[in-house]
């Protein structure tokens, strides 16, 4: 196979459509309500959703619809500026009420439609506002129509996040993966992330697509860590146009796996923008973790790496302070010698089994650069992990601190 990243978004893909609008739900005029749809729909679905126990309304009824149509939806309606959250029965009546106006412009039943909302919790959705503003969506195909869809979910984002890429097989069709993502700050996911739409032209079904997004979700967003705060609203979702000259994938084990390599590569880049993009972040903090018992524990300290407050911290001071990492390893390890344990900084190893002299001056410009690289091998066993953060700046505080008012 061949697996090339492309330009594109979520309406690169053939049989998909999107469209943004100004619905009012915010407090400057910018657009904030989206929609991603199969064009002739309606298409395969897979989503994974947030494991907060405090879940959103709009959590309640995609979970709902997406049960109720075994898997097959005609699009997701998005909107920004009010979470629709810890809303109660009003607010599950909200969301069933933007799922149904969405559908009405679709031309399907409301349960093919999936309601997504992020923003502030505890305030009521003005699904008015949504139903008054769904008619000037504009639904199109192609890359601009995808972006601005992508702007339209931001909240403390400071710019869209798309990824595609291109897969070749033989005797058939390319085949295209494309994705939006929003997510800035509450963002320590189990299970999800703050919000993320994939599209395929693929020809497989809801099963197949849930076990590829599954595997993909557990080593790229839930590797992703901001704050260490998990959102309400968490979710993503992966769907299928099965458009064009397709091979039938379940068929073929290998072509299968194929997609699910294209997949992984949007998902990652997707997590590995909203790491970069994190609140107040100034640089993205990447983590390898290598010679664990298993891959599970290697993203398991990955994660702790990268979402450790004094880490994160030390990377915005271009601090090296190893010790840092050494102690983050420590606390999560299942099993750690000492005396096996290397830590390095960019491309500077600095400790191996105890301090090693180091230019500290050229690990502190290290830790300056956009993408800050943290390496840690156990040499204990062959598990690989990796993890994406972002430092800690006097701004996330800022911007979390005045988030309401």
């Keep these: 196979m061949t697996l090339t990243s492309v330009p594109g978004g979520v309406a690169s893909t053939p049989g998909f459509v999107a469209g943004a609008a100004i619905a009012g739900l915010r407090s400057r005029p910018l657009p904030d309500l989206a929609m991603v749809a199969v064009r002739d729909g309606p298409g395969s679905a897979a989503a994974v959703f947030t494991t907060n126990r405090f879940p959103a309304a709009p959590i309640h009824v995609a979970r709902e619809h997406l049960e109720a149509n075994g898997g097959r939806i005609r699009g997701v309606v998005a909107n920004a500026g009010c979470a629709n959250a810890g809303t109660g029965p009003a607010g599950i009546a909200d969301a069933r009420r933007m799922a149904a106006a969405a559908a009405g412009e679709l ?3 409301p349960e093919d439609v999936l309601p997504v909302s992020t923003g502030l919790i505890g305030s009521r959705l003005r699904v008015d506002r949504i139903e008054a503003a769904l008619p000037s969506l504009q639904l199109r195909a192609g890359r601009a129509a995808g972006t601005a869809a992508a702007r339209a979910i931001m909240t403390t984002d400071t710019r869209p996040k798309e990824a595609a890429v291109r897969l070749e097989l033989p005797d058939q069709e390319p085949i295209l993966v494309a994705g939006m993502a929003k997510g800035s700050g509450m963002i320590h996911p189990q299970m999800a992330t703050m919000l993320a739409f994939l599209t395929t032209d ?11 997004l599954q595997g993909a979700v557990d080593s790229t967003f839930n590797q992703v860590t901001v704050d260490r705060d998990e959102s309400t609203n968490d979710l993503v979702v992966l769907m299928a146009s099965g458009r064009g000259d397709r091979v039938q994938l379940e068929a073929d084990e290998w072509r299968t796996a194929a997609l699910g390599e294209a997949v ?3 998902c990652r880049s997707l997590a590995q923008q909203i790491a970069a993009d994190g609140e107040g972040a100034r640089r993205r903090i990447d983590v390898v973790v290598t010679g664990t018992g298993d891959d599970a524990e290697a993203r398991r300290l990955a994660r702790a790496v990268a979402g450790s407050n004094l880490v994160k911290a030390a ?3 271009a601090d090296p302070n190893w010790g840092r990492i050494a102690a983050a390893v420590g606390q999560h390890a299942d099993t750690l010698d000492p005396a096996c344990l290397r830590i390095s900084i960019a491309d500077q190893v600095v400790f191996d089994g105890a301090p090693l002299a180091f230019d500290e001056r050229d690990a502190s410009r290290a830790l300056r650069r956009k993408v800050v690289n943290l390496g840690i091998d156990l040499q204990l066993g062959p598990g690989r992990g990796e993890a994406w953060g972002c430092d800690l700046s006097a701004e996330y505080v800022a911007i ?3 988030y309401r008012t």
């Design 107 to 109: 031309g399907c039943r």
């Design 264 to 266: 992984h590569a949007v």
């Design 400 to 402: 979390n601190s005045e």
């Design 202 to 212: 693929a020809d497989a079904s809801p099963d197949l697509l849930h076990g590829l």
């Design 315 to 317: 990377v915005h001071g």
